[in-house]
């Protein structure tokens, strides 16, 4: 797809958001929040739901945790439109109360629709309620800082994803604060080890349609990778450009 038609594509759900009434939090919202970002991103982030300035301005992440989350981007030399931001539900739930499951599963098909849209190589997840839509049955405390691959269902075909604490909960809790710049800094390596991934995934399709693997009718899966794995260190500091997240000559590919 091209810049523009993911563009196009993304804001029909955009607008399918903005007068959706599919779950009961539509008659408390101000405004919908579909989320924004480059539309040709390769990393996604993806918070619990609008908040008292989001469900005001219609954009996700503009209050304090929204600041926050800009400071922790410009850690690792990145900008909040380098990337695209949204939220697991749409629209404010009353009080700032945790979404209900009813209210998440309502919401999931614009999610999911927006991943196979953007078809990122990398989803952030903020907090406990987007990091259950992505690894089921992990436990924040374990799993912050931890990638796995995604599960294609989620509309990521061919993705990592990493877990992070909610910048909300950084705010509140000095030493999730400092885990928390600990944890983005390792983002850059889980955005080259998932475009080595996704070439090595390309390459096993190109030589099966080649007839290479004659014997193999669809592409083969990709070697199986533990359930969760744990970054390596980096063996240098990744200096990510704004507009390339991760330059590509930092790659090592074969
Ligand atoms: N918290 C979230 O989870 N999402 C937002 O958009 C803002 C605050
Ligand atoms: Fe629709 Fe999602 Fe808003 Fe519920 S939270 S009304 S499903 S956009």
Request: with cysteine; proline share 10%.
């Amino acid at each position: 797809m091209t810049r523009a038609e993911r563009q196009a594509a993304l804001e029909v759900i955009a607008g399918e958001v903005r007068v959706c009434t599919r779950c009961r939090l539509h008659a408390t919202r101000t405004q919908s929040v579909p989320g924004e970002g480059d539309p040709s991103t390769e990393v996604v982030f993806i918070g619990e739901g609008p908040g008292f300035n989001e469900d005001r301005q219609g954009q996700p992440f503009v209050g304090r945790a929204g600041d926050l989350l800009v400071r922790l981007l410009g850690s690792i030399g990145w900008r909040r439109e380098d990337v695209f931001i949204t939220n697991v539900v749409k629209c404010r739930p009353p009080d700032n109360r945790d979404p209900e499951p009813d209210e998440i599963a309502a919401c999931e098909p614009y999610l999911r629709r927006q991943l196979e849209v953007l078809d990122p190589a990398v989803i952030v997840t903020l907090g406990r309620h987007s990091m259950g839509r992505f690894m089921p049955g992990a436990r924040i405390s374990q799993a912050h800082g931890t990638m796995r691959p995604t599960d294609p269902a989620t509309g990521a075909q061919n993705a990592l994803v990493f877990a992070m604490y909610h910048p909300a909960a950084a705010l509140r809790t000095p030493a999730i604060e400092r885990d928390s710049y600990d944890d983005i800094a390792q983002v850059p390596t889980a955005l080259i080890a998932s475009r080595e991934r996704r070439a090595a995934r390309e390459r096993t399709a190109v030589a099966v349609g080649a007839g290479v693997a004659t014997a193999v009718a669809v592409a083969p899966e990709p070697p199986a990778e533990p359930e969760s794995i744990q970054q390596p260190e980096p063996e240098a500091e990744p200096s990510p450009a704004a507009a390339q997240l991760v330059p590509s000559d930092q790659l090592t590919l074969f």
